[in-house]
């Protein structure tokens, strides 16, 4: 192995840190939470308690409630999630968990959303930000502002998790995008660094393609690489602005259009692909989480946008390569990265079996739990007495973070009906990537907000 381990930083200055730049929140959230790996994979984690344990179960009383809890979270990136519910059914013999899992990428939305309408949902379920609003109106989630959890998160990852003054999810991590780096393949070639801004990552790239090289690897089957790319360069100037929030107001109500500001990050989508750095055909047939990291792990590429979460597959893959993930580099100056208070974890307001699922989301979002689940996802810590990754791998990543150089890919600023930032980035960036003009995407994107203003 050619990673090492080392301490990182303290979790309470971290999510200070990490947050700072967010700003005050209004009512809906307005992104979607992380992509996943495209296999319709359903998966159970559920284990019988034991007296034969070291930590004898507490008195069982002859009945068990079985409790259902479904999620987004498959494979590798499951990470704790196993342990910490078979820990769950050992110390709660009364109360036994079961796990499915179906990836975003593989339909989790689409299934999520038909068990709640047809009064079939799971007791528990993981929500993406986006989406939260929408059901929330709906009135499948239970308000959660009174769980133990939420005294230990800051008043700005509160403000993150507020929507129309409750809490209808609480976050389980702070989750990065940001630019990982084979510094093995860029060794090779003579970069000695990873690029610190947008001229260092253009040189670099051309340098990796004269030399046969794979530039970029991207997966962008549901738009997440060029919005990752799209999202840092466009809102970047949004949030470092004095008047963010006016600018938001702006244009929620039409008065400034979405589509313009995203312009510059279609701009330079569609120039990586144009000088040949990054294949858009292959990128929308790869499943970012999946198809992008086998892809990487070849050894063969020298960057691919993606997720802190992405570290648990590379480690399987390709366990002996040496890289970072760090900033994304499409600024002048430097480089940054997209954060969102991410993976909500919902009660179901039709569920018989509240006060189960209640004392099972107390004992998954208590320190212990949600130490252990950010260690498993490469990830950091929301709650500001709990601890954050200490993957060397992520540590130009918190850097970043401690430098206030990021974006929320979940701001609650926006309002969703007229603009979802992370779903408008996804859907026509990919379409450049797929040939369309910026002007096109651009025309495009101004007339569904003008739509849906009219609607709304």
Request: a negative charge; charged letters at 20%.
């Amino acid at each position: 192995m050619k990673k090492k381990k080392t301490a990182l930083m303290m979790a309470a200055v971290m999510t200070v840190s990490l947050l700072a730049a967010c700003g005050q929140k209004t009512s809906a959230p307005a992104a979607e939470s992380t992509a996943q790996p495209d296999a319709a994979q359903t998966q159970e984690a559920s284990v019988e308690a034991s007296a034969e344990e070291s930590q004898a179960p507490a008195e069982s009383t002859g009945e068990v409630t079985e409790l259902k809890v479904f999620g987004f979270k498959t494979g590798a990136e499951e990470g704790a999630i196993p342990d910490l519910i078979e820990q769950f059914n050992k110390e709660n013999p009364d109360i036994h968990v079961v796990y499915e899992g179906i990836s975003n990428a593989g339909g989790y939305q689409d299934v999520l959303t038909a068990r709640l309408a047809s009064g079939q949902g799971d007791d528990v379920f993981f929500a993406n930000p986006n989406y939260l609003p929408q059901m929330q109106e709906a009135g499948y989630v239970e308000d959660l502002t009174d769980m133990p959890v939420v005294a230990s998160y800051s008043d700005l990852v509160k403000d993150l998790l507020t929507i129309n003054d409750s809490i209808p999810g609480l976050g389980m991590e702070i989750a990065v995008f940001g630019m990982f780096s084979n510094m093995d393949v860029l060794n090779e070639v003579g970069i000695e660094k990873a690029p610190e801004n947008y001229k260092e990552f253009l040189e670099d790239c051309q340098i990796l393609k004269d030399a046969g090289k794979t530039p970029i690897v991207a997966g962008a089957k549901d738009g997440t690489a060029m919005a990752i790319f799209s999202i840092a360069k466009s809102l970047d100037p949004v949030y470092q602005a004095p008047d963010k929030m006016d600018q938001i107001a702006k244009m929620n109500t039409g008065e400034l259009m979405f589509g313009d500001i995203m312009r510059p990050g279609y701009e330079v989508v569609e120039e990586l692909i144009s000088k040949g750095y990054m294949d858009g055909s292959k990128a929308l047939v790869y499943a970012p989480g999946q198809d992008d990291i086998a892809e990487f792990a070849k050894g063969e590429a020298g960057f691919m946008p993606g997720g802190s979460w992405f570290v648990a597959g590379l480690e399987n893959a390709a366990p002996d390569m040496n890289y970072t993930l760090g900033g994304i580099p499409v600024q002048d100056e430097d480089s940054l990265i997209l954060i969102n208070a991410g993976v909500r974890v919902c009660i179901n307001s039709a569920s018989e079996k509240k006060e189960a699922a209640r004392k099972f989301v107390e004992f998954f979002t208590s320190l212990d739990s949600m130490n252990a689940y950010v260690a498993s996802q490469n990830s950091f810590n929301p709650r500001v007495d709990g601890k954050s990754t200490d993957n060397a791998v992520v540590a130009p990543a918190a850097e970043r973070l401690a430098a206030a150089r990021m974006v929320p890919w979940v701001d609650s600023a926006f309002n969703t009906v007229v603009i979802s930032p992370w779903a408008d980035a996804r859907t026509y960036a990919a379409n450049i990537a797929a040939g369309d003009s910026v002007d096109n995407a651009v025309k495009d994107l101004n007339t569904q907000i003008e739509n849906n203003l009219k609607l709304n």
